[in-house]
């Protein structure tokens, strides 16, 4: 089973920026498409961004153009750097580790091998 282990939250202002992290463990699932979630209170999780270990990127559309996914593959960590926040964005963010390599499935919550335990973003208006 995957480990990961999300850090980097905390309340900031509207047009204020985080960076958020996510550490995982056990190299099979390093190689694969990784990813960050959100969930606000009352709503579903969503899918906000994707990487997989090329580098190649996909996006929510309500991120695109604040939100930047990256990836360090030597130090098993996953990045979102989040700019223009909007309280909109307030939520509790995960990270997701895909069973494959492709990242066609996981944006949308599918073939999910492993979850976060979640890192809380609050933004203020």
């Known amino acids: 089973q995957v480990q990961l282990v999300e850090s980097g939250g905390g309340s900031v202002q509207a047009g204020g920026s985080l960076r958020l992290s996510c550490a995982a463990s056990?190299?099979?699932?390093?190689?694969?498409?990784m990813g960050w979630f959100r969930q606000a209170p009352g709503k579903e999780r969503e899918g906000v961004a994707t990487?997989?270990?090329?580098?190649?990127?996909g996006y929510a559309d309500s991120v695109k153009g604040r939100f930047t996914i990256s990836r360090d593959n030597a130090k098993n960590t996953l990045y979102l750097k989040m700019n223009s926040l909007k309280a909109e964005d307030t939520a509790m963010y995960y990270c997701?580790?895909?069973?494959?390599?492709?990242?066609?499935?996981?944006?949308?919550?599918?073939?999910?091998?492993?979850w976060g335990q979640g890192t809380q973003v609050t933004v203020s208006s």
């Open positions: 990487v997989n270990s090329a580098g190649s990127t």
């Open positions: 997701a580790a895909s069973r494959w390599r492709g990242c066609t499935t996981l944006l949308k919550g599918l073939d999910v091998a492993g």
């Open positions: 056990r190299y099979s699932y390093t190689s694969n498409c």
